[in-house]
T-cell receptor, first 118, second 113 residues
Framework: AQKVTQAQTEISVVEKEDVTLDCVYETRDTTYYLFWYKQPPSGELVFLIRRNSFDEQNEISGRYSWNFQKSTSSFNFTITASQVVDSAVYFCALKEVDSGAGSYQLTFGKGTKLSVIP | AAGVIQSPRHLIKEKRETATLKCYPIPRHDTVYWYQQGPGQDPQFLISFYEKMQSDKGSIPDRFSAQQFSDYHSELNMSSLELGDSALYFC????????????FGEGSRLTVL
């Protein structure tokens, strides 16, 4: 069964610090997708990134970067020079697509609450 | 670009009442997923539909039912509401269920008093 672990429940950083949110996943599938979502206090799920299992290239988007390592089943997310607006709950998620069991739903980790202090 | 539309955005009900949430997927999307997110929790998968047929079932209570209609919109019906049903309900849609491209609506917040 698929599983996503975000070991950090809450993180507090001072503005302009860098912060890395960890995500470890478990799957038997060879084809799957990994996601990061941001959930601000307003509640909506804001899509940040999607990665398929065959693309291990790291990605950078502005102050955000992602490190995907299949060898350690990790998909970590780093925010550089954090800002107060980055304060939110961040979810890592996994979607299997060749499980054969017909289960293709998105499974979320428990989330990491990030607080950026001015 | 059109996104996933959920209605109502906010709903307040009393215990034992019934509630219906609606989800309008992105045009041409044939797959719909429902998620429930309790306070301080991660979103939990409830149920999904592909081409108007149930494709997968998660932790959906027996008091809840859902369907996908001919125009691909979906409705989640919740009966005999309990306080614990208070949550954010998200709908997502995709084109097929093998894809990684799924899109979430803004959610419907249900409060049961």
């Amino acid at each position: 069964a698929q599983k996503v672990t975000q070991a950090q429940t809450e993180i507090s950083v001072v503005e302009k610090e860098d912060v890395t949110l960890d995500c470890v996943y478990e799957t038997r599938d060879t084809t799957y997708y990994l996601f990061w979502y941001k959930q601000p206090p307003s509640g909506e799920l804001v899509f940040l990134i999607r990665r398929n299992s065959f693309d291990e290239q790291n990605e950078i988007s502005g102050r955000y970067s992602w490190n995907f390592q299949k060898s350690t089943s990790s998909f970590n997310f780093t925010i550089t020079a954090s800002q107060v607006v980055d304060s939110a709950v961040y979810f890592c998620a996994l979607k299997e697509v060749d499980s054969g069991a017909g289960s293709y739903q998105l499974t979320f980790g428990k989330g990491t609450k990030l607080s950026v202090i001015p | 670009a059109a996104g996933v539309i959920q209605s109502p955005r906010h709903l307040i009900k009393e215990k034992r009442e019934t509630a219906t949430l609606k989800c309008y997927p992105i045009p041409r999307h044939d797959t719909v997923y429902w998620y429930q997110q309790g306070p301080g929790q991660d979103p939990q998968f409830l149920i999904s539909f592909y081409e108007k047929m149930q494709s997968d079932k998660g932790s959906i209570p027996d008091r809840f039912s859902a369907q996908q209609f001919s125009d691909y919109h979906s409705e989640l019906n919740m009966s005999s509401l309990e306080l614990g049903d208070s949550a954010l309900y998200f709908c997502a849609s995709s084109l097929g269920y093998y894809t990684g491209e799924l899109f979430f609506g803004e959610g419907s917040r249900l409060t049961v008093l």
